[in-house]
């Protein structure tokens, strides 16, 4: 059971330059969730996704697309990236709460991606 | 405002002291609250759940206060282990299922 995974790990783009990340999880959790992390800001959601084939926008979607095809990936893509997308990538999954409001929904993270674009 | 704001410290404590956090949260219709603790570099990973009526798990203790929307964790005879960024985290339940995360507060435990 690996849990939640990352592709890559590290990166390193150009400006402009395109990119697509991984994120996979085995615990067949309903939501998935994108986070960048920088100094100072915690981490803020960039797209979410409550189900396969649905997605939704975070906090901070500008620059960013996704796509959940499969109930356990979760894409994120950077179709011209800018150094303001320098930053490390969460990916978590979380299971759906049953009877009602979700309430105490554990997140579990993925190792994270270090991205840099120069 | 920040949905979730915390003092980001850092919080230098002697081995065995005892500790606390503070954290706010803005939007009133939140619902659900928890402590993740994240390792330099590392992810962040679940701490605890906060309960409406306080919980405890071994040295860890947390408070949730509603009517002035806020939360704490208490840290008993700190250890070594427990340095590490402490993550408050808010599911307000008129967002969907969105999380918002506090900036962290930076705890180093010295022998």
């Known amino acids: 059971n690996a849990g939640v995974t990352q592709t890559p790990k590290f990166r390193v783009l150009k400006t402009g330059q395109s990119m697509t990340l991984l994120c996979a999880q085995d615990m067949n959790h309903e939501y998935m969730y994108w986070y960048r992390q920088d100094p100072g800001m915690g981490l803020r959601l960039i797209h979410y996704s409550v189900g396969e084939g649905t997605t939704a926008k975070g906090e901070v979607p500008d620059g960013y697309n996704v796509s959940r095809l499969k109930k356990q990936n979760f894409l994120l893509g950077l179709e011209s990236a800018a150094p303001s997308q320098t930053s490390v990538y969460f990916c978590?999954?979380?299971?759906?709460?049953?009877?009602?409001?979700?309430?105490?929904?554990?997140?579990?993270f993925g190792p994270g991606t270090r991205l840099t674009v120069l | 405002r920040k949905e979730v704001e915390q003092d980001p410290g850092p919080f230098n404590v002697p081995e065995g002291a005892t500790v606390a956090f503070n954290c706010t949260y803005s939007?009133?219709?939140?619902?659900?609250f928890f402590w993740y603790r994240q390792d330099c570099r590392k992810e962040p990973k679940l701490l605890m759940s906060v309960y409406s009526s306080g919980n405890e798990d071994g040295r860890f203790t947390a408070q949730l206060n509603r009517a002035s929307q806020y939360i704490s964790l208490l840290i008993r005879d700190s250890k070594l282990s427990d340095s590490a960024t402490y993550l408050c985290v808010v599911n307000p339940s008129d967002t969907g299922n969105q999380f918002y995360f506090g900036t962290g507060t930076s705890l180093t435990v010295i022998p």
């Open positions: 978590a999954s979380s299971y759906l709460a049953s009877g009602g409001p979700n309430y105490y929904n554990e997140q579990f």
């Open positions: 939007n009133s219709a939140s619902q659900s």
